[in-house]
């Protein structure tokens, strides 16, 4: 009697008999209460892993679409416990994201799926993540890319950065497609953003040579240049909150393409800014030799020498003041220019002293150009002991040739001399 009587029980409160297994797990999310169900599943450390990798799975994708829970229940889980969980996940939502046709964009569900990948990454042992991120490559490394980048939570090019290099391969060969696809006789194709930050991302520097070709493409748009360099700008200067910047070691590796480039002028002046900036990310003491001599190269804009300058004080620090300014080619200079570009960013480094010294030594040097920087700068760091010593350059004629720029307004360029009796008068002021 009484099993008749716990059998009716279990028939009419059959939400509270039922066993977890897989049919009711795929039962639960078209239920009232299915979603509670699940993440009792899912949180439950004592149920079988794949069960709960299988509610996991249920909750994330539509139409519950609670990857938020599930993130959370795996911040509370045990170490142990998490592991577990995503050997068997991982998996599962590789079945969900998985696009068979290359050439197609993804769904919602697959993206979501693909989302879910990207954020229990985190939580993965080694070969788990390895796991992951072959699942990863193989979800973006197809022609669809750019129809899939941009979709979830996680952009192509952060995932790229996520997963490195095993990724470049397959985006070059993505772009290689694109650029020898049939069609283009009368128009080229453009290639999109998202797929060179993919590539500059990805970090392998095969991927670098690839961009660096792409800027000398002939493909009738002019703004190919810019955006290709942009893009290794945004991965190895700037990226704008978007991933973490990587490491220097694959421009290193294409540094002299890059020397090459930022020596062509033939670019848009923000194709050789960018380039300049990316020389010096390698940082010192390596970027220090190749933008000296970019300093020193005759080029079209008049921009450039201040541009290859800064960037050569700000890869070499205090050490390297005498050698850039000695690296100045003679010529014309714009008093602004010069002022924000080099005399003022010599004046903000430090130690001080050391600074001091080097631009007292530059004082006596035969470059009238590296004389009036070292008194700008010892005149912007209110080196009131140096007064005398810019005082004695007064009678010095060496006219300060471009000095008003845009400005001059009928203005003759004063000489040497008249600006440093000028600085010396404001520093005998002080």
């Known amino acids: 009697m009484f099993v008749r009587l716990l059998t009716i029980a279990c028939v009419l409160a059959f939400a509270g008999c039922e066993k977890t297994d897989h049919d009711s797990i795929d039962k639960w999310p078209r239920t009232e209460k299915g979603p509670g169900k699940l993440k009792k599943a899912f949180e439950d450390e004592s149920l079988d892993a794949d069960l709960s990798a299988h509610a996991a799975v249920n909750l994330i994708k539509p139409p519950l679409s609670q990857e938020a829970e599930v993130k959370n229940a795996f911040e509370r889980m045990s170490p142990g416990r998490r592991t577990q969980i995503v050997d068997k996940l991982a998996p599962r939502l590789w079945e969900v994201a998985r696009v068979e046709n290359e050439k197609k964009p993804a769904n919602n569900t697959q993206i979501t799926a693909k989302d879910a990948l990207v954020t229990i990454r985190r939580y993965?042992?080694?070969?788990?993540?390895?796991?992951?991120?072959?699942?990863?490559?193989?979800?973006?490394?197809?022609?669809?890319?750019?129809?899939?980048?941009?979709?979830?939570?996680?952009?192509?090019?952060?995932?790229?950065?996520?997963?490195?290099?095993?990724?470049?391969?397959?985006?070059?060969?993505?772009v290689n497609t694109f650029i020898a696809a049939p069609g283009q006789e009368k128009s080229k194709f453009r290639i999109n953003d998202e797929l060179m930050l993919g590539i500059a991302a990805s970090g392998g520097p095969e991927g670098i040579k690839k961009l660096l070709e792409i800027v000398k493409m002939d493909r009738g748009d002019d703004t190919l240049p810019a955006r290709a360099i942009d893009a290794l700008y945004k991965t190895y200067v700037d990226p704008n909150g978007l991933f973490d910047i990587r490491s220097a070691e694959p421009l290193e590796a294409n540094l002299d393409a890059l020397v090459a480039l930022a020596k062509d002028d033939t670019q848009k002046g923000k194709v050789t800014n960018d380039v300049i900036a990316l020389i010096r990310a390698i940082g010192a003491p390596k970027c220090l030799t190749p933008l000296l001599g970019i300093v020193a190269t005759p080029h079209r804009s008049s921009r450039f020498k201040y541009v290859a300058a800064n960037n050569a004080l700000r890869c070499g620090g205090v050490k390297a003041i005498g050698d850039v300014v000695r690296a100045l080619p003679d010529g014309a200079y714009v008093k602004d220019e010069l002022t924000g570009a080099i005399s003022g960013e010599i004046a903000k480094m430090t130690p001080r002293e050391q600074v001091l010294v080097t631009l007292r030594q530059l004082l006596d040097d035969k470059s009238t150009v590296a004389r009036w920087t070292a008194v700008e700068a010892l005149a912007a760091m209110k080196s009131v002991e140096d007064q005398p010593k810019i005082a004695a350059l007064s009678g010095v004629k060496d006219r300060l040739v471009g000095y008003w720029g845009e400005n001059a307004e009928g203005k003759q360029d004063p000489t040497l001399g008249d600006r440093a009796k000028e600085l010396a008068a404001q520093l005998q002021g002080k």
């Open 124 to 174: 993965a042992d080694d070969n788990q993540r390895k796991t992951i991120d072959g699942y990863l490559i193989d979800w973006y490394g197809v022609y669809a890319y750019e129809a899939r980048a941009g979709g979830g939570q996680y952009s192509g090019a952060t995932v790229a950065r996520l997963v490195g290099p095993a990724l470049t391969k397959k985006l070059i060969d993505v």
